[in-house]
């Protein structure tokens, strides 16, 4: 399996180990865009990042990570869903060049207005229910320090995340300790042993080298780190490409916009097109397509209002 992330516990279960390794993903977004190298990295930073954190979420619904830049890079936007399907896209500036040696904060935060996003999206939302999103200021040099950053802020769990990413690979380590459940009663042997485990994971996990993550497999890196511990390790998941973008989206957008609205389109382009921002496939409607669109919408209202009298 190419594209995987794969979970390990230390043996006294106080702190969680993920690993993700992302290939043919990863070329399939860089597929579909022409970024420049250091928006590249970037990106594929935050692919690998997203994957992570969408591991362990408890709904089925989607991770969405965005940094939003005052910089060269206006935005940055990756999906990921509970099952590890992911898409992503970055809006750049006109009239702003991207240098190579771009660094986090020049590209992203160069005014001091950047943000970290992180928005969680449950599929099936009750009526009412709005996705959470929580926003923090982008500190750190990094994709990995933002997002510690934003955990730590808004989870209250230690985190710790390396990243790295190239044109073949985008790949990330999480650690973070987990909460203890004993109380008092646990002893201060006990939370000490923890925060040894801590303590010995995050300074093992230090010494990792870019080119490490970027070529070692899942088993192979954490054998690299912790070939001394006791850790169990669960079966990987797989990490693919998925956009969900359709024909059926895009009509709902239209419907949303307003026929007056669409009319005035038709008038001075002739058809309304769509490109999806993430696979940059384009959907197209004519004036036959959208009179037919309103015209079911509206006998759809009318035949609602008629069941409930």
Known sequence: MSDQLKKYLFED????AEVTSIRQTWKEIQARHDYPPAVQRLLGELVAASALLAANIKFNGTVVLQLQGDGPIGLIVVECHADLGIRATVKLREGHAVPDDGTFQSLLNSQGGGRFAVMLDPQDRQPGQQPYQ??????????AEALEHYMLASEQLQTRIWLAANAECAAGVLLQQLPRHGGKTEGQ????KADDTWER??????????EELLTLTPDALIHRLYWQESLRAFDPAPVTYRCTCSREKVADVLLRIGKAEVDDILA????VQIHCDYCVKSFEFDAVDCAELFANDSAMVRHQNTTRH
């Open 201 to 210: 994971a995050q300074v093992l996990a230090d010494t990792l080298k870019p």
């Open 13 to 16: 279960q106080t702190v969680r």
């Open 268 to 271: 001075e382009q002739g058809r």
């Open 134 to 143: 929580g926003i923090v200021a982008l500190h750190g040099n990094s994709v």
């Open 189 to 192: 042997a006990a939370q000490a």
